[in-house]
């Protein structure tokens, strides 16, 4: 659940501004007076410790336009070719958020707990937060750590609580996407997950109130689509022009247009709220609380004295959460439809927890085969190729003398999660291969899906781990137990399954299709669990 996993699909005509746009026509000449300065500030600007680095992809004189290019359409052979270059060695490369390190993946939990490292200070350096409409971008990077209190102390602490709110959820989700047709339907996978996974978590965000409001779930849905939509575009210019290009970009204009529509839906349920526990304070009754992410962030804030917005909040939990869990249920999904014979173990086990205990608090810790399912397809399609993304706040050395200065930026190598020293076949989707792992002793808490290590940075590592994991996980089991139980699929025929790479960043494919029915019969009521467990 980190923001890199949000970065959208986007095809090759939405990269660039229209040659013949007025805009670039008047750009042209604000281009040509900064091009020189910003290529010999980037010169000037690079740190000695960093030129005792190799670069894989060096820039040509005064212009890393083609570096950071390559660095676009060529990452995983670019750390691929460096790791042969400089086994087990840092390097640097030239991306999209400029000069950074990569880390070989064993310095994983070496710098897993380096409090001179930041994630926080990284968002922060980016500077997309001061573009108007972009708030929650700059939220994330926030120094109280606002997000990852209310995840860790609310949204973990009550995940027993909101179980069957989020099973009521998934089973409407389903059935206004999916339907009881018991005829083979031919859909776009990734269009109905996210529908069903920002239903599924606004009911747990945002509460009754605002889970089943459509201009919201649009919202939720297509603002960080927008917003990333045109980073990837300033990302072709110098930083210095981007609160001019801000207000020419068409996806800053929606950027800017969703913001104020949500602050108008978010604003009376607040503004009713407050009413309501003034009321229940003036006549001496008990606060009423509403157990949602609303409320939380209130309580935290208080407790921190901060100030906060809570559309920002509630934008920028939109943005780290639902994009990331729904690549990854589509691709489970998808790896499921290319090995049916996983389907009927997975529903068996699912069934015989859910008859025995319903949904328990343990009920969903149990399914070990669906954990490693889940686990299996994150291993294979990671959100991206180098992770761990920090920036250096104070100067430092790692454990083989290299240098770490403040300003810096670096990655970690995911490359351990696929590496045949790691993992035995590595290429193969082994839907097996964590539930065996988890009954080895020593393994029965590293091989769960929310559990992190250097050998699996799904949720990255260590203190800057992904924290709503814990949710994230439970959410996408119990989508799962509806889909399964309710429904079967298969892959649409002709369908393309390869994810789409842009840099680091592996997507899903936004074309893959499957085909879907509703099943004859079915071996649990699921619906009926819910409502009388």
Known sequence: ?????????????????????????????????????????????????????????????????????LHLTSSKDLLSKARKLWPNKPFRMLTDWGD??????EFANEIRNEPKLSFAGATRQDGFGALSGFEPYADFGRPDNLFQIVAKKH????????????????????????????EWRDILVGPVVLDIISRMSSRVFLGHELCRNE??????????????????????????????????????????????????????????????????????????????????VAQEATVKGSEYDMTTFQLMISFVAIHTSTNLLVQTMLDIAQHPEIMQPLRDEIVGILRADGWKKTSLYNMRLLDSVLKES?????????????SVEEDFKLSDGTALKKGMRLHVDTYRMSSPEVYEN??????????????????ENTAQLVSTTQDHLGFGHGEHGCPGRFFAA?????????????????????TDVSPIIKGFTIQRNPTARILIRRRETMELDIDDLVTAS
């Not at 980190?2 to 970065?7: E, G, K, V």
């Not at 973990?156 to 998934?170: F, G």
């Not at 990837?232 to 969703?258: G, T």
């Open 426 to 443: 590595p290429e193969v989707w082994d839907p097996y291969r964590f539930a065996k792992l988890r009954s080895q002793p020593g393994h």
């Open 155 to 182: 949204l973990t602490k009550l995940l027993s609580k909101v179980t069957e709110p989020l099973s009521d959820e998934a089973a409407l989700a389903a059935s206004l996407n999916l339907g009881d047709s018991r």
């Open 215 to 296: 201009a919201w779930l649009k919202i939720t849905k297509e603002y960080t689509i927008n917003m990333f939509g045109a980073i990837r575009k300033f990302q072709h210019y110098p930083p210095q022009l981007r609160k001019l290009l801000q207000w020419f970009i068409p996806e800053c204009k929606l950027v800017r247009d969703q913001f104020r529509t949500a602050t108008e839906i978010i604003a009376p349920i607040i503004a009713e709220r407050r009413k309501v526990k003034q009321k229940a304070r003036a006549v001496g009754e008990e606060i009423p609380e509403f157990n949602d992410a609303l409320d939380w």
């Open 378 to 390: 994150q291993r294979l399609r990671p959100i991206g190729y180098a992770l761990m993304r920090r």
């Open 1 to 69: 659940m980190t923001w890199l996993s949000t970065l959208p699909i986007l095809g090759e005509k939405d990269w660039f501004l229209p040659h013949d746009s007025a805009f670039s026509g008047s750009l042209s000449y604000v281009l040509l007076t900064v091009i020189v300065t910003t290529a010999a500030y980037s010169w000037t600007t690079l740190k000695s410790s960093m030129r005792k680095l190799p670069i894989i992809n060096p820039p040509h004189f005064f212009s890393a336009s083609e570096a950071r290019e």
């Open 100 to 105: 950074t390190i990569i880390l070989p993946g």
């Open 474 to 494: 439970n959410e996408l089991k119990i989508a799962l137990c509806h889909l399964l139980i309710k429904y079967e699929w298969r892959l649409a025929p002709g």
